[in-house]
């Protein structure tokens, strides 16, 4: 049986009702948005991760709205049930408030989104009201955020001393009261998040922020063992498919250097008839 499509309103109600959820993110893709959104996960992600884990890139910092449109398009198509996220990438949101509410309406109008994902705490505060006030669904990001990597000063755990805690807690309150639908918490201590996830009425989703928070988020290369450059602390690979993929690429090339590849099975034929026709039809010319 097909299962219902999902809004932000079933989440938040799935929240009150006490239900852990699962948000798969890195669907950057038909094909990978086609499986996530199968598996059942409450919510999927089209995010500037790809960056990294698709082009290679060192950080996520160089994504354009172009290729963020071109990735949640895709991944659009595929999705029946869960909840799509797509990243407004840098520079979007942070020049301007016109931009802001003008790029967020691509990622949902063009890019077929439901909510649409941005960073930072109480100096977006304006910049989110805005969108939320054009009707886009937002949701907030705090913790690591990495667009603001180089000035955090690095991949750090965010939140471990009184005054960087206090702050994201004060930004957790700000963001849900201009409006946001859903909050992202990473790498965050846990028992901290754990705090933040109690005292928001929307959903929290933690990546790398512990057991206590509403929901948890992956990136999908990293559940299944298909990104391999480095592994945070936080991630469990439920799967080592890239080891896989290699091995079977390797099966295909030794069976194509021997001739196994392809097979009788695998090739369509002629009739002897036909082709005797065509060789003689040739041949007297």
């Given amino acids: 049986m097909e299962q219902k499509k999902l809004t932000p309103k079933d989440l938040l109600a799935k929240k009150q009702r006490g239900e852990k959820m699962v ?4 669907c950057y893709d038909y094909t990978m948005a086609l499986l996530a959104d199968r598996a059942g996960a409450d919510t999927l992600a089209v995010g500037d991760s790809v960056a990294m884990a698709v082009m290679g890139l060192d950080s996520t910092l160089p994504v354009t709205m ?8 895709a991944a659009s198509r595929a999705v029946k049930h869960a909840v799509l996220t797509g990243d407004l990438p840098f520079l979007s949101y942070q020049t301007c408030i016109r931009d802001a509410v003008y790029n967020a309406g691509l990622l949902m109008k063009f890019g077929g989104v439901d909510v649409v994902k941005l960073e930072g705490g109480e100096e977006m505060a304006p910049t989110i009201k805005a969108i939320v006030n054009a009707g886009i669904p937002v949701m907030g990001h705090l913790g690591l955020t990495p667009q603001s990597v180089t000035a955090l000063g690095g991949y750090k755990v965010q939140g471990t001393d009184t005054a960087t805690a206090c702050k994201l807690i004060r930004d957790a309150r700000i963001l849900q009261e201009v409006g946001i639908c859903m909050l992202a918490l990473e790498c965050v201590p846990d028992r901290l998040a754990g705090y933040i996830s109690q005292e928001l009425t929307v959903p929290v989703f ?5 057991p206590y928070t509403d929901g948890q988020a992956l990136i999908s290369y990293d559940i299944l063992g298909l990104f391999e450059r480095f592994t945070p602390k936080f991630v469990k ?3 080592n498919f890239a080891e896989g993929f290699v091995q079977a690429f390797k099966q295909y090339k030794e069976e194509v250097e021997k001739g196994i590849f392809p097979g009788a099975e695998h090739s369509y034929h002629i009739k002897d008839e036909v082709l005797q026709a065509v060789l003689k039809e040739v041949g007297s010319k």
């Avoid at 948000?23 to 890195?26: F, Q």
């Avoid at 172009?66 to 398009?73: A, F, G, P, Q, R």
């Fill in 237 to 239: 690979k439920y799967a």
């Fill in 23 to 26: 948000r798969i993110a890195g």
């Fill in 66 to 73: 172009e290729e963020m449109l071109h990735h949640c398009k």
């Fill in 206 to 210: 933690g990546i790398g922020s512990g």
